[in-house]
């Protein structure tokens, strides 16, 4: 059996995407993004480290199941504030089932550090994986990314 040594990890990734609908206003904003609005997000997650033997570093089904259902669950077809956000009580009244309150004001650099530091180190903690890099895609036109 041939053993892999740490330093190769970095060189090899497996990368998925994930679409889902979301709300979400950048509080503090000085345009158009300080109003209620939504996109089609598509989020891209990308994994490294040891290859198994057949040659993977997590079966893409795996990525599906554990990243891309997070999204599902957990921000698809909701609306994200930021919790230092005074709109959030009353929003709590109109729909609490689709809020979703967050620690970080919802913009797509913040959500994609979210998603690497927080969700990424929980959802992979059973598996040899790491989630490396998140691109949060707004608009075909304009995305950020976060790589640890």
Not at 27 to 45: A, L, M, P
Not at 50 to 56: A, I, K, P, S
Not at 94 to 118: C, H, R, S
Request: proline share 3%.
């Amino acid at each position: 059996m041939h053993h892999y040594h740490k330093e190769e990890k970095m060189n090899i990734t497996a990368t998925r995407y994930h679409d889902i609908c979301a709300g979400h206003r950048v509080y503090g904003h000085e345009g158009k993004c300080s109003h209620f609005h939504g996109h089609n997000y598509r989020i891209y997650f990308t994994i490294s480290g040891l290859q198994d033997d057949l040659g993977r570093i997590l079966d893409f089904s795996v990525i599906k199941e554990k990243l891309c259902n997070w999204l599902e669950q957990n921000w698809d077809h909701k609306f994200l504030l930021w919790e230092n956000d005074p709109a959030i009580e009353s929003f709590k009244k109109i729909d609490p089932d689709g809020l979703v309150v967050v620690p970080f004001n919802p913009t797509a650099e913040n959500m994609a550090k979210y998603l690497v530091e927080q969700v990424g180190i929980n959802e992979l903690s059973d598996t040899n994986a790491e989630l490396i890099c998140v691109v949060v895609e707004e608009t075909r036109k304009c995305s950020a990314s976060y790589t640890k």
